[in-house]
């Protein structure tokens, strides 16, 4: 079976780590073990920043890392076993930003990075290339070869202004009220070499509870990725239990939107035309949506047993709403 995964960080990450467990192809199981399951991760870049001339790629680095087990587990990102003496340094020299996290192991994985940059290659090609070394067991995307980065716009005493997306997540903890957030340079980004052929050749495409606005959205808003995408049977899980966000501040994202902070507000936002299926929490259950199949089950991915059930849930709906057997 082939399984397409637009996917953020984190909980694209985590939803991946139990899809693998539910199709057995588990890096437990070996991680040469021939299966007859693909699992093609499309990953939002939008949230890539160059900073201290490195180019940083937030989501992409989260899902290698989860799935080659490299991941600092409590922290949900970056490096386990992490030190910080590079950061230290830098702020020594008096190097700015000082508010983002780029742990010493972590900046090894980015020194290969730009020099694979300034050597020419793509980014499809630099996470291929990094993915040698990790083993995630699926085929790790970028959306886009091309910049794309997602800005706010925020206004304070300072007046109206755009911002990184990372400086208002990280530094602002998304406190300062958005009026609006951009996808710079998304109209005329093209998909990653493969990302179109992936999706035509999908059996089923899964949405894991990633942010629907900065993940997910940013993936949909590559001119070519959401048109292929409407074609294919789409399950997505709520990443917004009884109106709130698990963990981190997507609901902050939402309302610069202009969508309500619940699971089937977010739903009607992504369209019945792309959703087929939504699985909402045992919390929302009763939830509907015209025109998109709603099943309740419990959400929290709180353990190897519950993500693998939830990716299982998700991969059965779709079958379902399929109509046919391709297991
Ligand atoms: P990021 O790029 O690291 O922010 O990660 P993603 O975009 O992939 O995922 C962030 C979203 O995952 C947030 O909106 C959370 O609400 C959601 N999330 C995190 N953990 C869980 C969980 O256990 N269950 C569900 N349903 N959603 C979760
Ligand atoms: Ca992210």
């Known amino acids: ?46 949230d890539d920043i160059t900073l201290f001339g490195l180019r940083i790629c937030p989501d992409l680095d989260t899902v290698m890392y989860t799935l ?41 994985t980015h020194i290969v990075r730009a020099q694979m940059i300034a050597a020419g290659f793509p980014l499809s090609a630099i996470t291929e290339a990094l993915c040698d070394r990790w083993k995630p067991g699926v085929r790790l995307l970028p959306m886009t070869d091309d910049q794309v980065e997602t800005h706010v716009v925020v206004e304070d005493e300072q007046g109206r202004r755009a911002i ?23 109209d005329t980004a093209k998909p990653a070499p493969g990302v179109l052929r992936a999706i035509a050749d999908a059996d089923v495409i899964l949405l894991p509870p990633s942010n629907p606005v900065v993940s997910v959205g940013s993936i949909l808003g590559v001119p070519g990725i959401r048109e292929a995408l409407v074609d294919k049977t789409v399950v997505g899980v709520s990443p917004i239990i009884g109106g709130a966000p698990v963990r981190g501040m997507a609901d902050a994202c939402l309302t610069a939107i202009g969508v309500e902070t619940s699971a089937r507000a977010v739903a009607e936002h992504l369209g019945s035309d792309l959703l087929d299926g939504w699985l909402v929490d045992d919390a929302d259950a009763g939830t509907e949506v015209d025109g998109i199949e709603v099943r309740s089950r419990p959400l929290y991915m709180n353990d190897a047993e519950t993500t693998e059930a939830l990716a299982r849930a998700a991969l059965d709906l779709a079958l379902e709403l399929r109509g046919d057997e391709v297991r």
Do not use: C
């Open 164 to 186: 990184h997306f990372q400086e208002w997540w990280i530094k602002h903890r998304a406190a300062l009220p958005a009026a609006e957030i951009i996808g710079m340079g998304a």
């Open 1 to 46: 079976m082939r399984i397409v995964v637009p996917a953020g960080g984190i909980g694209g990450a985590r939803f991946l780590r139990g899809l693998k467990a539910a199709l057995g192809t588990d890096a437990s199981t070996g991680p040469d073990q021939a299966t007859d399951h693909e699992i093609t991760v499309i990953g939002n870049t939008g």
């Open 68 to 108: 080659g087990g490299g991941i600092n587990e409590e922290q949900g990102w970056g490096r386990t076993d992490e030190t910080f003496t590079v950061k230290e340094e830098l702020a020594a020299y008096g190097m700015k930003p000082t508010w983002f996290g780029l742990g010493d192991r972590d900046t090894a």
